[in-house]
Structure formats: structure tokens, C-alpha cells
């Protein structure tokens, strides 16, 4: 009787355990499909037109993908040999290591070993919770022998090496290998390869950055592990354990341009990609690194100078209310100064700088793209323009004296009385001297002469929007962000053919080209036309409102603009290949100081920023090219150049004498 229970006794237990696995089996539904389709979020690279990194953007996980391909041999060893030996030889689950971690749990009482295999670790992280109990290693087993159906071994280490945390925020052994050293893969050594590997067990006490001799040690442990299963020779052993890698503690996002980013981010929107933070695409721009640094600089320059200049200011204020208490200051809150710069290749409209204000940190809204104010004198040049394409020359002669004009609103009748800025009248001055000294009424004479009719018609031709249909047209009233008067400015600076600006260049994803910029321009003027205004507009540096934009060793032309009141300050100009906006005012639209202008806060940024570009560029051309069909008379002070259609004065009037007598 005793010898049969215990034979019963032997069997129960003998069948115990495939009762149990039969029970897991028929209670739970196995589903392994997340990872045999696996589809993990991935990061997604901004770069600069150079092929440097700008910024990572990526949701909750920051992981670059790495196909097996990708993958060197010698990592894969690296790992195996830590990791599991025997990787290639079981199906999943490696049976005498579970029994020997068994019987040393039994004699601890306690889990104390798991020899999970890696297939069984990727069903871990993929498919169950970390907690250790028996019922979820039964289930993990399951899992692992399940999956190895569906996958091959390559396949199956693809997805661990894609999927394993390596800490430090880096999901996915691409990652880590990009972040810690700033390498791919195939750039490894085996130490950095071997330091890899041994983070997943304990991603925090194994992070270089924090524990670099801890992790040291523990990739020493790999390649003596190596070593040992003969999968490398003694000298590579020896020299793997000598060396001591650099290791990089960088940002997760490492943005280096947070308003460029932004704006990418914008745009692929609203080109439909909504997915950019987990989709993984690669997006390269047409920025310059380089140069977005110089732009961040140049702007900060010419705040920090104006905030200075100001404080003197503040202090004449001040000594003029001790002499005269009833003396009323000016009320300013210089906390409300901004600024914005975009700087365009004028040949492609690449946009090559963009910086939305002085500190992103401080205000993250970008003035350069949404920030929309009035131009002021800088629209001046669409004017001047237009009357160089009906026939006007530099040395045609404006009425530069006052009027007054009526006019009707809302059933009232109302005066306008414009004045220049030097609240002075010069009668009869040329239309170049008229533009470089930025004079209100010989403009707005010239657009009485032309016709508000045929004004507005011939602006058509650039494109602009929302053109006020009244005579205030003439100072610039209309609202403009800098990125669209960069835009239109190209006309002058691209020898009459407007281009549309670009940020994103193109998106791959896996690998393939998904999208490409598509090429927008059209001639507004003809490339002479376009040169007799650039003419006009180098004059406006050499001579007139400009000065402080001039830039030593390269021609640049340009215009000023300062809105009433000086609530803007602008300065638009280019170079012969690089076309820059510059924007200053109070966010508040509230007055700067008076005396503030385009040219005294916005120039110098413009020059300082064209400083370094010579810098760093000093093969650029540096002088405008005269096109064929332009005629060039020394007539007084300034050079006037003549052309088919803006002829000199002397023919000018024979026509119009012609036109009488027929």
C-alpha cells in the first residue's frame, strides 16, 4: 500500500508540471504578433544643409531603428557572450540553465538567478511585466517558445537590439551608440561595443556617464568573457582592456536651433506628417548651422547695444526732470523690446538662419515666421520698382514738398498731413536721393504721379497680399511678417526673379525620399530693372539711412524702416548671394524709444551678422555684377545707371515732347 502512494505520489509530481504548463497554455491566449510586427516609435533626425544634426525629436522613447544589416557582427558576439552563449543552439528557452538557476533559487529560498535567454528578455520588455513570480516566467517561456516559430534568430536579435533600454533616455543600441559616443555602429570598438552590451542588466548602475569605472568594469567582463570562449585573440583582448572611450553626456533632443525646429515642425504638418515625434523620418533643411549661430549673436549684438543706449537715455531723462520737474519722460517698458532675423540664399530661397527672438527661453514665439507688423520705408522699394518699370530713372526728378489731402471715413471728412522724418522739404530732389534718405512726401508724390490705380495693378506682380488701397500705401502701412518681406525682397536681390523661401529641403524615411522641395519662382522685373534698384539700394548704406548696415570688403544694399512713432524698426537688404531681414519693436506694439529706427537698432545686427559671414565664408562674391544693357553715367554725387526702359532725363523728355506734337 505505501509503495503504491508513493509510486502515485512520484507520478503527480512527475505530471505536475506539464498539468501546470497545460493549464497556462489553455487559460491565456499568446498572442506574440506586437512583436513579430514590431513597429517601435522612433526618433526623428532634423539636419542642417551640411548633414549636421540639428535636433532629435521623439515622443516618450528616443530610439534610432537599426536593421540586422546594420548591426556589426562583432556586437553580436559581444552580447551572445554575456548574454547567452548558446543563443544559436536552443529554441527560445535554455532548459539546463533554467534547472540550474532552480536549483540554486531552492537553496536561497528566494529568486535569485533567471537565465532568461534573449528571447526570453525581448518578451520581457515587450510582452510582460518585470515582477518576479513563477506564474510569469511560466508564461515568459510560453512566449519565447511561441515567438522562435515565427522569427529567426537574426530577426528576433534585430528586435532586442532595437527594443533594450540602454539608459540615459537611449532606447536601442543605435541610439546609445550615437549618444554615448557619438559614432554608428560600424565605428564601434569593441570596448565601446562591449560597454554597450553590458548596460541592459542594470542600464542605471552601468550609464558611463555617471559611473564610467563601473561601467568600465563591467565591459572588461565581456571581453575576458570573449576571451575565454576563444571568439577573439589575445591581442585584441589586450588592447580592448586597455582602452578608455570617450564618453559624451549630451541633451536627448540636442536642439541646437529650437525656432528652426519649431518651424520644421509646423511645416511637415502641414504637409501631413502628424507622426513626427514616434515615425522616425530623417528631415534635412536648407539651414547653416553655422550661420544660425552668427544670426543668434548678430541679434543679441544689436539688442544688447540698443538696451545700452537706451539707459542713456534714460539718464538725460532723468537729468532734464531734475532741472525742470514739470518735464514729462518718455514712458517705454523696454522689457517689451524684440527682435527677429531670417537670412535667405537669394538665388533659391533656401533659408539659411532664422531666429524668432532674442532668447528662445524667454519667449519661444517666433517673430521671424508669425510676427506680423508694418514695414514701414522698407516697402518703399516695391514702389520705387514698379516706377523704374514704367520708365522712371534714378535721376528723375520728385516733388518733394507737403499736401494736405481730404478724404472720407465712415461719413466723416478727415485731413491727412504726411511729413518726412526730418520734418524738412527738399522741392525737387532725384528719385535715387528720394530712396536713399527715405523721404515720406517725394514718395508719396511719386505714387500721386503714377496713379493709385496703376500702383496697386503693377504690385500685383510680386504677389503681395492685403495692399492698402489708399495713399498711406506709400509708408508702409501694410503688415508683414520678416520671413514674407524676405520673400519678396528676392526680387530685388535675385536680378528681378522671385523665389519662394524653403526650410525643408527633403524627408526620407527607411531610407527613401518621401518628399522634395518643389522649385517656386517667377521674374517680377527684368534682371537690369532689378540691378538700377540694388544700385539705389547700396546708395541707401553708402550714403543715406543704411550707414550702420554697411559691412567692410562686401557691397550689401538695403532698406530702413521705422513705422510712426518708432513701434518697428526694420532693415531689409543682401549681399551679391545672401539676402537678411531684421526686425526690432515692443511686443505690446507699444512706441520704442523715440529716436529708435530701422537703421540706428536693426542695421547693426545686419552688419554684424554679414561680418561673420565673411568670416566664415570669405570666398563669397563680394560685389554686384552689372548686367548687359545698363548704361553708367557719373551725374554729381551719385553714379545713375540707365537702361532701355529707364532711360536718362535728356531722352525722357524728347519722348514726352514726341508725345505732344502726335
Aim: no cysteine; aromatic share 12%.
Amino acid at each position: 500500500m505505501i509503495k503504491k502512494s508513493l509510486i502515485a505520489v512520484f507520478v503527480l509530481l512527475l505530471l505536475s508540471p506539464f498539468a501546470v504548463l497545460v493549464y497556462y497554455l489553455s487559460a491565456y491566449d499568446y498572442d506574440v504578433s506586437k512583436v513579430v510586427h514590431y513597429n517601435p516609435p522612433q526618433t526623428t533626425r532634423i539636419y542642417d544643409k551640411n548633414g549636421k544634426k540639428i535636433a532629435n525629436l521623439f515622443a516618450a522613447q528616443h530610439r534610432y531603428y537599426a536593421p540586422f544589416e546594420e548591426i556589426p557582427p562583432r556586437l553580436i558576439e559581444a552580447l551572445l557572450a554575456i548574454e547567452d552563449t548558446s543563443f544559436f543552439e536552443h529554441p527560445g528557452v535554455n532548459f539546463d540553465a533554467i534547472f540550474r538557476a532552480l536549483i540554486k533559487d531552492i537553496k536561497a529560498r528566494k529568486m535569485v538567478e533567471g537565465a532568461s535567454t534573449i528571447t526570453q528578455q525581448l518578451v520581457k520588455n515587450e510582452l510582460l511585466t518585470r515582477e518576479k513570480k513563477l506564474s510569469r516566467k511560466i508564461k515568459e517561456i510560453i512566449y519565447s517558445l511561441k515567438l522562435e516559430r515565427y522569427l529567426s534568430k537574426q530577426q528576433i536579435l534585430e528586435r532586442y537590439l532595437n527594443e533594450i533600454y540602454f539608459g540615459h533616455g537611449y532606447y536601442g543600441v543605435k541610439t546609445a551608440a550615437d549618444g554615448y559616443f557619438h559614432k554608428q555602429l560600424d565605428e564601434l570598438t569593441l570596448k565601446e561595443m562591449a560597454m554597450l552590451v553590458g548596460m541592459p542588466k542594470a542600464p542605471s548602475a552601468y550609464n558611463p556617464t555617471r559611473n564610467y569605472e563601473i561601467s568600465l568594469a563591467r565591459a572588461n567582463r565581456v571581453v575576458s568573457r570573449m576571451y575565454s570562449l576563444g571568439w577573439i585573440d589575445e591581442k585584441t583582448y589586450k588592447k580592448a582592456l586597455k582602452e578608455r572611450p570617450r564618453v559624451y553626456d549630451t541633451t536627448l533632443t540636442q536642439n541646437k536651433a529650437p525656432f528652426v525646429v519649431d518651424e520644421v515642425v509646423r511645416r511637415a504638418k502641414m504637409l501631413g506628417y502628424d507622426d513626427l515625434k514616434t515615425g522616425g523620418y530623417d528631415i534635412y533643411t536648407s539651414i547653416d548651422l553655422k550661420l544660425q549661430d552668427a544670426a543668434k549673436k548678430s541679434l543679441s549684438y544689436a539688442y544688447d547695444k540698443t538696451l545700452k543706449r537706451i539707459e542713456r537715455y534714460k539718464q538725460k531723462e532723468l537729468a532734464k526732470m531734475r532741472k525742470d520737474p514739470t518735464y514729462i519722460p518718455q514712458d517705454v517698458n523696454v522689457s517689451q523690446l524684440n527682435g527677429a532675423l531670417v537670412s535667405l540664399d537669394s538665388r533659391t530661397g533656401d533659408i539659411l538662419a532664422l531666429v524668432g527672438s532674442v532668447d528662445y527661453t524667454k519667449s519661444s514665439y517666433n517673430r521671424a515666421t508669425q510676427g506680423k507688423r508694418q514695414p514701414g520705408s522698407a516697402f518703399k522699394p516695391f514702389i520705387y520698382q514698379v516706377a523704374l518699370d514704367l520708365g522712371y530713372s534714378g535721376a528723375t526728378k520728385l516733388v518733394d514738398v507737403a499736401r494736405t489731402y481730404n478724404y472720407e471715413r465712415n461719413g466723416e471728412d478727415f485731413k491727412w498731413q504726411p511729413k518726412n522724418y526730418e520734418k524738412d522739404y527738399k522741392g525737387l530732389i532725384s528719385l535715387r536721393e528720394a530712396l536713399i534718405h527715405s523721404r515720406n512726401l517725394a514718395t508719396i508724390n511719386l505714387v500721386n504721379d503714377i496713379g493709385l490705380h496703376t500702383l496697386l495693378r503693377e504690385l500685383k506682380k510680386f504677389g503681395i497680399k492685403n495692399l492698402p488701397h489708399d495713399l498711406s500705401i506709400a509708408l508702409g502701412t501694410i503688415t508683414l511678417s520678416p520671413l514674407e518681406l524676405a520673400h519678396y525682397y528676392t526680387s530685388f536681390a535675385n536680378h528681378g526673379l522671385q523665389v519662394q523661401p524653403h526650410l525643408i529641403l527633403s524627408i526620407e524615411k527607411d531610407g527613401t525620399q518621401i518628399y522634395k522641395k518643389k522649385e517656386e519662382s517667377r521674374y517680377v522685373t527684368s534682371p537690369q530693372q532689378a540691378f538700377i534698384m540694388t544700385t539705389i539700394l547700396r546708395d541707401v548704406v553708402r550714403f543715406g539711412t543704411g550707414r550702420r548696415a554697411a559691412v567692410r570688403g562686401l557691397e550689401v544694399a538695403g532698406k530702413t524702416g521705422t513705422t510712426n512713432k518708432s513701434m518697428d524698426a526694420w532693415f531689409a537688404g543682401y549681399s551679391p548671394t545672401i539676402e537678411t531681414v531684421v526686425w526690432f519693436g515692443n511686443d505690446d506694439n507699444t512706441p520704442m524709444y523715440k529716436g529708435e529706427t530701422g537703421g540706428r537698432v536693426s542695421g547693426p545686427a545686419f552688419s554684424k551678422y554679414f561680418e561673420q559671414v565673411l568670416r566664415l565664408y570669405p570666398q563669397i562674391p563680394r560685389k554686384f555684377i552689372k548686367p548687359d544693357g545698363i548704361i553708367e553715367v557719373k551725374m554729381g554725387r551719385f553714379t545713375e545707371y540707365f537702361s532701355d526702359i529707364s532711360k536718362p532725363p535728356v531722352e525722357q523728355e524728347n519722348e514726352k515732347e514726341e508725345k505732344l506734337l502726335f
